[in-house]
């Protein structure tokens, strides 16, 4: 008996669908993820003991980023969520590096000096996530 032409893709269905999982399987690893068309991400929140502080870090945060050529990108804001999932933390900001070492260099510079002499007196509390950006 003859296979229908028609029937022939609906069978091979499987074997792509595995590729694909394969692949996505793959593109998780920390290999793949510290690939260099990945972005590391490294995000900060913040809650202040007053406004101003948080005023006062916003400017230190700026200055931080621009003085250090290691960092890819910047963005610093304060919290607009209603979910009321923010445990108490007002404000972010994300810094994207190229590489693990790019951010371990900012995390050494001696520039950090001067933005933790304005942080730590503003700051209640603080948390900190890294990650490999992903499609």
């Known amino acids: 008996m003859k296979m229908p032409v028609v029937l022939i893709p609906l069978l091979?269905?499987?074997l792509l669908c595995t590729c694909d999982r394969a692949q996505e399987k793959a593109a998780?690893?920390?290999?793949?993820m510290s690939a260099p068309d990945s972005l590391l991400r490294h995000v900060v929140l913040f809650s202040f003991k007053t406004e101003s502080g948080a005023d006062s870090v916003e400017t230190a945060s700026r200055e931080l980023a621009a003085a250090i050529p290691l960092v890819h990108g910047y963005e610093w804001g304060a919290n607009v969520s209603h979910e009321g999932l923010d445990h108490g933390f007002t404000h972010s900001f994300l810094l994207t590096f190229l590489s693990e070492a790019d951010r371990d260099a900012y995390l050494d510079d001696p520039a950090q000096d001067k933005f933790l002499e304005v942080l730590l007196p503003a700051l209640d509390k603080v948390t900190v996530v890294d990650y490999w950006a992903r499609d």
């Not at 998780?28 to 793949?32: N, Q, S, W």
Request: charged share 10%; no cysteine.
């Open 28 to 32: 998780a690893t920390p290999e793949a």
């Open 12 to 14: 091979l269905l499987p």
